[in-house]
């Protein structure tokens, strides 16, 4: 399981570089975004300067110098597993300092979520092949090794449009906007081309207003009184096509019904894994039987049913406002 938090950072440990030292004259990128123990690295520079030679370091360690002759070469980087590299081109002035012309970083690791580096898709029209490639191709130039598919879905309570033996092929998002299946299915598989893996998005507890009340039992709800007269929602205006209601995580019911929901989504399309949401501090909120929700002691219950139900599959938590991150935080989780 990965969760993440930040805070302001930029007033410690400040890099300061000598002037006219480091000049960014190549751009020097890989054609992975990351790589496997014993997997070739390719190399492409924009272009080649004489005298320039290639520089491999580990921690500052020197492994291996060669002179650049063209603008593409291979390397097989050492393959103990979890180690990073830096890449530089540099030249020799003649007073013996070094410019360095280009730089760029290669990451080693049979796990992407040794040192995981996350970005996400928001938009899954009709997206052709050419433009979804430089999109992805950008990716892997930031070495973004893990991507999140955020609202690709039909439904939250409800992820795929469709059934697993005849998936929809274009259905629209809570925003009304259209999702193409070809977009999401090409996207994953060029992803996953340049060795980054894809996480499909969705919330712990969200059901929209479109539910079917046989499957989803007022006893899986959480809601603002004791006496369940209110469900508890997010209220969402124009052009969201509904309200998000909110159901309780720790809830064995509702965890049974989104594993198998996930369970379609995995048979029809490669996700390697479950992003999930939450939306923060709901206040007080209560079960149906009137007890206190206590949402954030409830996602390590919902999370650990996650992962039983699909072991292979990665997961990543979404702590809103850090609402939860203690609790599960102290938790042996994914």
């Given at each position: 399981l990965c969760f993440a938090s930040c805070q302001n950072d930029d007033d410690n440990g400040k890099m300061e570089y000598a002037e006219d030292i480091i000049a960014a004259k190549i751009t020097l990128s890989t054609d992975k975004a990351s790589y496997k123990p014993g997997e070739m690295v390719s190399f492409i520079a924009d272009k080649v300067f004489s005298n320039s030679l290639i520089r491999y370091t580990y921690l500052g360690k020197v492994i291996k110098e060669e002179t650049l002759n063209a603008t593409s070469w291979n390397w097989l980087p050492p393959s103990t597993d979890f180690q990073g590299y830096m890449v530089s081109i540099y030249q020799t002035n003649t007073d013996g300092t070094q410019t360095i012309l280009g730089t760029v970083g290669i990451d080693v690791s049979s796990d992407w979520t040794k040192f995981p580096r996350y970005g996400f898709l928001?938009?899954?029209?009709?997206?052709?092949?050419?433009d979804r490639a430089t999109?992805?191709?950008?990716?892997?130039?930031?070495?973004?090794?893990?991507?999140?598919?955020?609202?690709?879905?039909?439904?939250?309570?409800?992820?795929?449009?469709?059934?697993?033996s005849n998936p929809l092929p274009v259905w629209n998002d809570i925003i009304n906007r259209e999702v193409y299946g070809k977009t999401v299915s090409?996207?994953?598989?060029?992803?996953h081309s340049k060795n980054m893996k894809a996480m499909f998005y969705n919330l712990a507890y969200g059901v929209l207003n479109d539910y079917d009340p046989n499957l989803i039992t007022p006893q899986q709800f959480v809601y603002k009184d004791v006496n369940h007269n209110v469900k508890d929602k997010h209220e969402l205006?124009?052009?969201?096509?509904?309200n998000i209601y909110i159901t309780d995580p720790a809830n064995t019911a509702w965890q049974n019904y989104l594993a198998q929901k996930n369970d379609d989504v995995y048979k029809v399309y490669d996700f390697d894994g479950f992003h999930i949401d939450q939306?923060?501090?709901?206040?007080?909120?209560?079960?149906?039987?009137?007890?206190?929700a206590d949402l954030k002691n409830a996602f390590p219950s919902f999370i650990s049913a996650m992962k039983s139900a699909n072991s292979n599959k990665k997961l990543v938590m979404n702590a809103?406002?850090?609402?939860?991150?203690k609790e599960m935080a102290a938790k042996e989780l994914d």
């Amino acid at each position: 399981l990965c969760f993440a938090s930040c805070q302001n950072d930029d007033d410690n440990g400040k890099m300061e570089y000598a002037e006219d030292i480091i000049a960014a004259k190549i751009t020097l990128s890989t054609d992975k975004a990351s790589y496997k123990p014993g997997e070739m690295v390719s190399f492409i520079a924009d272009k080649v300067f004489s005298n320039s030679l290639i520089r491999y370091t580990y921690l500052g360690k020197v492994i291996k110098e060669e002179t650049l002759n063209a603008t593409s070469w291979n390397w097989l980087p050492p393959s103990t597993d979890f180690q990073g590299y830096m890449v530089s081109i540099y030249q020799t002035n003649t007073d013996g300092t070094q410019t360095i012309l280009g730089t760029v970083g290669i990451d080693v690791s049979s796990d992407w979520t040794k040192f995981p580096r996350y970005g996400f898709l928001s938009e899954f029209g009709n997206i052709s092949e050419s433009d979804r490639a430089t999109v992805i191709n950008n990716l892997k130039d930031y070495h973004i090794n893990g991507i999140q598919f955020y609202d690709w879905q039909y439904r939250q309570h409800q992820p795929l449009a469709g059934t697993v033996s005849n998936p929809l092929p274009v259905w629209n998002d809570i925003i009304n906007r259209e999702v193409y299946g070809k977009t999401v299915s090409g996207y994953i598989t060029q992803a996953h081309s340049k060795n980054m893996k894809a996480m499909f998005y969705n919330l712990a507890y969200g059901v929209l207003n479109d539910y079917d009340p046989n499957l989803i039992t007022p006893q899986q709800f959480v809601y603002k009184d004791v006496n369940h007269n209110v469900k508890d929602k997010h209220e969402l205006g124009w052009p969201f096509i509904s309200n998000i209601y909110i159901t309780d995580p720790a809830n064995t019911a509702w965890q049974n019904y989104l594993a198998q929901k996930n369970d379609d989504v995995y048979k029809v399309y490669d996700f390697d894994g479950f992003h999930i949401d939450q939306l923060g501090d709901r206040g007080n909120v209560f079960r149906y039987d009137g007890t206190n929700a206590d949402l954030k002691n409830a996602f390590p219950s919902f999370i650990s049913a996650m992962k039983s139900a699909n072991s292979n599959k990665k997961l990543v938590m979404n702590a809103v406002n850090q609402y939860g991150q203690k609790e599960m935080a102290a938790k042996e989780l994914d």
